[in-house]
């Protein structure tokens, strides 16, 4: 699986749009960018995927790059309860034959300020 | 459905016991995969499982290590003796049908070897 790069930490204001940049200039053609995010003390939570698109659903907008280097996941109103470490991985698609298991960079602190 | 359940969410021994530790996924999911966190190394793939047959287990860090699935809604992560280097918090996440699927994590079972 391709290797992010991700910056170690980012602040936001409570009731803005947190924006999370993500590097993954390797990606291949077949790779997914997966989203998870871990809230303290909690196991990883899935939040988006996608592979060229953009892509949405009720927690974030997934933007992906028209070549694919790099996407930027969206938490349009961020509230405290959004204050978590947040991963972004690619991986291959499903049947393309890649590894099973999520390999979890350092991530993302996000921290949420009132 | 309930989610991933592990058990016990806290575990503290001393060094030279066994630990065993729990896993219940999602009914219907037919990958299984234990994972474990730590400061220093992140969250990492220890095993994983599809229909109950262990299907990688590279990330096992040794033979005191050993995992289980002995039917498709029970697995178990078992150390044998503990040393306080594998204090971690230790996640179990299924996912449906194939790996490459979204995984859904347990809340996790922190261990402490004194």
């Known amino acids: 699986d391709a290797k992010t790069t991700q910056p170690p930490s980012m602040d936001c204001a409570e009731g803005r749009a947190a924006n999370l940049p993500c590097n993954h200039s390797t990606i291949s053609g077949n790779e997914y960018v997966y989203w998870y995010r871990q809230i303290h003390s909690q196991g990883p939570q899935y939040i988006i995927h996608g592979l060229k698109n953009n892509e949405t659903n009720e927690m974030a907008s997934l933007i992906i790059t028209e070549d694919r280097k790099s996407s930027t996941l969206i938490l349009p109103h961020a509230t405290l309860r959004d204050t978590a470490v947040y991963y972004c991985i690619v991986r291959v698609a499903s049947g393309g034959g890649g590894a099973d298991g999520l390999t979890f960079g350092k991530g993302t602190h996000l921290i949420i300020q009132p | 459905d309930a989610g991933v359940i592990q058990s016990p969410r806290h575990e503290v021994t001393e060094m030279g016991q066994e630990v065993t530790l729990r896993c219940k996924p999602i009914?219907?999911?037919?990958?299984l995969f234990w994972y474990r966190q730590t400061m220093m190394r992140g969250l990492e793939l220890l095993i994983y499982?599809?229909?109950?047959?262990?299907?990688?287990d590279s990330g096992m860090p040794e033979d005191r290590f050993s995992a289980k699935m002995p039917n498709a809604s029970f697995s178990t992560l078992k150390i044998q003796p503990s040393e306080p280097r594998d204090s971690a918090v230790y996640f179990c996440?299924?996912?449906?049908?194939?790996?490459?699927?979204?995984?859904?994590f347990g809340p996790g079972t922190r261990l402490l070897v004194l």
């Open positions: 499982f599809n229909n109950n047959v262990p299907i990688d």
């Open positions: 996440a299924s996912s449906l049908r194939e790996g490459q699927e979204t995984q859904y």
């Open positions: 009914s219907g999911h037919d990958y």
